[in-house]
């Protein structure tokens, strides 16, 4: 029970003459431990301990404050002075029962007072549940045991610190509510889970941290928090106690996703480099912040007929240049454009308009930076000690060991935690191809096979599928996409059936085989027609998104625009049918922000996109077409409803080799009857008058686009009046229609439903 006041005598025990008590060894040892930081299991000696002295019972009461100049206990509305020996204060209250509450009131050497709760009175803030699942593998919820989390205990309002630094001789968080005084918390050690706790009483957010560790080695080293949910503008590298006081308003949004089926559900898709779709010239070209870009972007993306955003990695970087793909901070948005709620801000922005968010996220490697991940309690403790396995040849970082079960747990509650805390649509796992392969990049000799003795990553298959399984577990309806170059099978086949489980994979093939066939001189494509057809023989092999990413307009590669061949007419209007493929044949969309201003030069992530352009005609023209392509994708169910199922294409021709002419049919059935949508792509700069192509279906055919419009900068050379097809058969169809097939240009064709 507590005890009044008037019923507490305390007297000062920690003198010299206490030291001839038995434990006195045992308590000049502990001491010792603190004064020179080497402590990890603190609160076995500070806080309140059942204790006796001169042969009565009681409780003694331990604080270690090596800058103050004195303490006192409080003790309701007493305050008893403590005994004082090099930082280190003690009193023994007679009689007390171990539950007594009290404060400490610690005088600094400039005379000031202040009241405080004492740290090492609490219990652990880290059960034995959680060790146990932590230790397994399998905490879901790991960000809120781990890293900095506010709290109330005992009716006090603070931060619990946890953080895994299992080969640690100690810990200690240091911070700016204690001076960065490496002495002042150590943390407590949780035995064989590795983990070290604390609970630091009145602390708010905003507080600023570290974690000051000393290695087996006894160096002393300073860590960023693994888990902390902000972290400072770089080339700042503390953590920063953060907690949400952001309020969604999303509800219905979330609850109507969890019921679909991306896989049937249209997908356009707005690649996004935060830093450099538009900057604020008139303040030093500073990019925009997460809540100004929110609005801009929105109406973008409604203008253009985009329905989700993919944001290259937002987590926290120390490296502008690596544009997020080396990460610090795994549970942090980067402070470079606002706060985690800023964060929350555009996501629920894009959410309101029924644009889907989703993010580039990095499980395949990290930075060396001393700081962060790195060696972090002075072992290879998140990445494999064999150079073999852990280190990335061709980016100069640390791979992730995928076998341990903490590090997996790590990963995989790091995804719930962006899909959960800020409501993401999904998430796109950056380097899969660079995970699945032991041998990836490397040459023979410098990787180690597994343990059958081949290439494969066994434990990063098995990561990746229990990633895949725990996100459709918990967030249904959410989207994971692998970018993976190579022919990996399964990558979006169920775990049950052998699969990793993604919902979509990057069709890297499709990409480069018609980046490389547009970039032809039109007189040599007919040589090439296969580079069009091939990608169709594997379409049905995965559920694909074709990316015209961010990947193809750097590093020397040039932009779209210039890849194209010609001249300037030429270039547009091959670009113009490039995107009209893109969106006509099977497949999700993705095009990387910027390709719908034509840029001459390419993307650079110190600059805005070349927002100037846009006043140019020609370039009008483009973005209009982009936004009319949109909105028919969007609008027709034949474009992306049997997307995956060999139903929803029917080949028409692909054979035209001499004139570079593709035409296929998509279809889907919509309320019971089947939707058509007809497309003839001419990829010659020569107008083809008179071609006869086999349709589907008799009837009225009306085109519904024509990528040389003069509207969207062509020749207009197409005739738009109804086609009506004749009962010859051509192309293995019974019916064909004759059509006139403009310049280097796509027709959309649909049928007409009857009177």
Not at 21 to 42: F, K, V
Not at 153 to 174: E, S, T
Not at 361 to 389: I, K, M
Not at 709 to 729: I, M, P, R, T
């Amino acid at each position: 029970m507590d005890h009044t006041p008037s019923q507490i005598a305390a007297v000062a025990t920690w003198t010299p003459v206490a030291l001839a008590d038995p434990a006195a060894g045992e308590l000049a040892h502990h001491a010792a431990r603190l004064r020179a930081a080497t402590h990890s299991t603190p609160h076995d000696f500070l806080g309140k301990h059942v204790s006796s002295l001169s042969g009565r019972q009681g409780v003694v009461f331990r604080a270690y404050h090596p800058t103050a100049k004195a303490a006192s206990l409080v003790l309701g509305n007493q305050r008893r002075p403590m005994h004082a020996e090099d930082g280190l204060f003690s009193a023994f209250v007679a009689d007390a029962g171990i539950d007594v509450a009290y404060r400490l009131a610690l005088t600094a050497h400039d005379g000031t007072v202040r009241e405080v709760d004492d740290p090492y009175r609490f219990l652990p803030t880290v059960g034995q549940l959680d060790q146990h699942l932590f230790g397994e593998g399998r905490h879901n919820r790991l960000w809120e045991v781990l890293g900095a989390n506010p709290r109330r205990l005992d009716g006090v309002a603070g931060v619990a610190f946890a953080v895994w630094a299992p080969n640690a001789q100690r810990v200690i968080v240091v911070g700016d509510f204690c001076g960065w005084d490496g002495r002042a918390l150590p943390m407590r050690s949780l035995g064989s889970s590795g983990i070290f706790e604390i609970f630091v009483p009145n602390l708010l957010p905003g507080a600023l941290y570290k974690f000051e560790l000393r290695t087996a080695h006894d160096q002393v080293v300073y860590k960023t928090d693994p888990m902390a949910k902000a972290m400072q503008l770089p080339p700042a590298t503390a953590s920063i106690v953060a907690l949400s006081a952001y309020t969604w308003q999303d509800g219905a949004y979330q609850a109507a996703r969890a019921t679909r089926d991306p896989r049937r559900r249209p997908l356009a898709i707005y690649e996004v480099h935060l830093g450099s779709w538009a900057r604020v010239t008139q303040e030093n070209d500073r990019p925009l912040t997460y809540r100004e870009i929110a609005p801009r972007l929105v109406a973008h993306c409604q203008e253009l007929g985009f329905n989700a955003i993919e944001l290259m990695p937002v987590a926290e970087h120390p490296f502008t240049g690596s544009w997020g793909y080396q990460v610090s901070g795994y549970y942090a948005p980067t402070a470079r454009y606002g706060s985690p709620d800023d964060f929350r801000a555009l996501v629920e922005a894009c959410h309101a308009h029924d644009i889907a968010v989703l993010v580039d996220w990095v499980p395949a490697h990290f930075p060396r930076d001393a700081f962060a991940l790195a060696n972090f309690d002075g072992t290879a403790l998140y990445e494999h000690a064999d150079p073999r396995r852990g280190a990335h040849p061709d980016w100069g970082t640390l791979i992730f060991n995928y076998g341990r079960n903490e590090v997996r747990n790590f990963l995989v509650a790091n995804a719930l935690y962006w899909l959960e805390s800020f409501h993401l649509d999904g998430l796109r796992v950056d380097a899969v191809a660079s995970m699945l392969y032991l041998d990836y990049s490397r040459e023979q000799g410098a990787w180690l096979p597994n343990v059958h003795g081949g290439r494969e990553n066994l434990e990063a298959v098995d990561f990746l599928r229990q990633l895949n399984v725990q996100v459709q577990q918990q967030h249904p309806g959410t989207i994971m996409v692998a970018e993976e170059s190579t022919s990996w099978p399964g990558v979006t086949a169920s775990p049950r059936d052998g699969g990793l489980g993604f919902t979509f994979k990057w069709n890297m093939g499709w990409m480069h085989d018609s980046l490389s066939y547009m970039a032809t001189d039109p007189v040599h494509r007919a040589h090439h027609q296969d580079q069009l057809s091939f990608a169709m023989v594997y379409e049905y092999t995965e559920a694909f998104i074709m990316p015209l990413s961010h990947d193809e307009v750097v590093h020397g590669k040039g932009t779209l625009l210039a890849k194209m061949p010609g001249d300037p007419w030429q270039q547009f209007a091959n670009l113009r049918l490039l995107l009209a493929y893109q969106y006509l044949r099977p497949g999700k969309k993705l095009l990387f922000m910027g390709a719908e201003l034509a840029p001459e030069r390419e993307w650079n992530h110190d600059r805005s996109l070349d927002w100037h352009l846009q006043d140019d005609p020609r370039r009008q023209g483009l973005r209009r077409l982009l936004g009319t392509l949109g909105r028919l994708y969007q609008q027709s169910p034949a474009l992306w409803q049997d997307d995956h199922d060999p139903a929803g294409f029917t080949w028409i021709d692909h054979n035209d080799r001499a004139q570079s002419v593709l035409a296929f049919s998509r279809q889907a059935t919509v309320d019971g009857r089947v939707q058509r949508l007809l497309t003839v792509l001419n990829f010659t700069p020569v107008p083809r008058p008179g071609y006869r192509v086999g349709v589907p279906q008799a009837g009225a055919w009306r085109v519904m686009l024509s990528s040389d419009d003069a509207h969207f900068g062509g020749s207009g050379s197409a005739n738009l009046s109804l086609q009506h097809s004749e009962e010859l058969a051509w192309h293995g169809c019974a019916h064909s229609l004759v059509l006139t097939l403009p310049p280097l240009a796509a027709l959309v064709l649909t049928l007409e439903p009857l009177p």
